[in-house]
């Protein structure tokens, strides 16, 4: 991540003019629509708050399938550096088949790639295409006893509580004390450095620093909004750039991803519950 600044807040990112894009239009077009059709069909579209309710003490095999906290892989090398403070940014506006990655965030294309290229795989080019992506990430040291993420250190989803807008799936990563979920009673908390999909359904929190001593962390979410929800989150300046700077941030990308794609390391989908 950029080392010319000693915190990325708000303004940093917002005002961050220089990056990344990649467009995801052939992997599209390859695909078609069969991904779409599957994922409606088997897994259903976005559960209610109703449904999202009954669904804690029901069989888990009555939730949606491809919901469930579940490891795609490992991402060491997040990158060490300022800390981040900003609220977050979006990377894919609706009606897009391209993510914006800000160079603020320069070491964290790999991980906003593999997931562009996970959701498409469950949404289908339509669907995909459609939704929006906003990227979250905080770095801040953890005092002992204290949560990282203090609005979050609590159970909760982002269903029945309406508190932001409708999330339909979150990619979550962190170097070290990885998001903790609960379900049916049963806690389990994620792997270090890695990228864990999960639904907005499930029970989470962010963890508390159980030491005697300060740690840093470094948290990040890439969140997936539906195409009948707001985007909550400032869009970045790389979607509004010239045509010229636009081609020149593609080719950055491919790239950036041919230099740091083993950053994250596919593993064979691996369900915590």
């Not at 080392?3 to 052939?26: A, P, R």
């Not at 990227?135 to 801040?140: D, G, I, Y």
């Not at 953890?142 to 999330?167: L, Q, T, Y």
């Not at 962190?174 to 907005?200: H, M, W, Y």
């Amino acid at each position: 991540m950029s080392t010319l600044v000693t915190t990325i807040d708000t303004s940093v990112l917002s005002n961050d003019e220089d990056g990344f894009i990649v467009s995801y239009e052939d992997e599209a077009r390859l695909l078609g629509n069969n991904a779409e059709n599957q994922y409606r069909t088997a897994h259903g579209r976005l559960l209610s708050d109703q449904s999202a309710q009954k669904a804690y003490g029901e069989p888990l095999a009555k939730m949606r399938e491809f919901a469930r906290p579940t490891v795609l892989g490992y991402t060491p090398g997040i990158g060490d550096g300022p800390e981040i403070t900003a609220s977050g940014i979006v990377i894919k506006n609706k009606n897009s088949l391209e993510i914006a990655v800000p160079q603020s965030f320069a070491d964290l294309l790999p991980i906003a790639d593999y997931t562009a290229r996970d959701l498409l795989g469950l949404y289908g080019p339509e669907g995909f295409e459609k939704a929006a992506i906003q990227l979250v990430v905080q770095r801040t040291v953890m005092e002992p006893n204290e949560a990282h993420r203090k609005p979050f250190a609590g159970w909760h989803d982002h269903m029945s509580e309406r508190k932001v807008a409708a999330i339909d799936l979150v990619y979550a990563f962190s170097d070290v004390l990885p998001t903790e979920f609960k379900i049916n009673g049963q806690e389990k908390t994620t792997a270090p450095e890695s990228l864990t999909r999960f639904g907005a359904e499930f029970l989470h929190r962010s963890p508390t620093n159980k030491g005697d001593s300060p740690l840093q962390r470094t948290w990040g979410g890439l969140i997936v909004i539906p195409h009948d929800s707001p985007n909550i989150l400032a869009i970045n300046q790389i979607s509004k750039a010239s045509e010229d700077a636009k081609t020149e941030f593609r080719a950055r990308a491919a790239e950036g991803l041919r230099d740091f794609g083993s950053r994250v390391k596919p593993i064979a989908p691996e369900p915590l519950f």
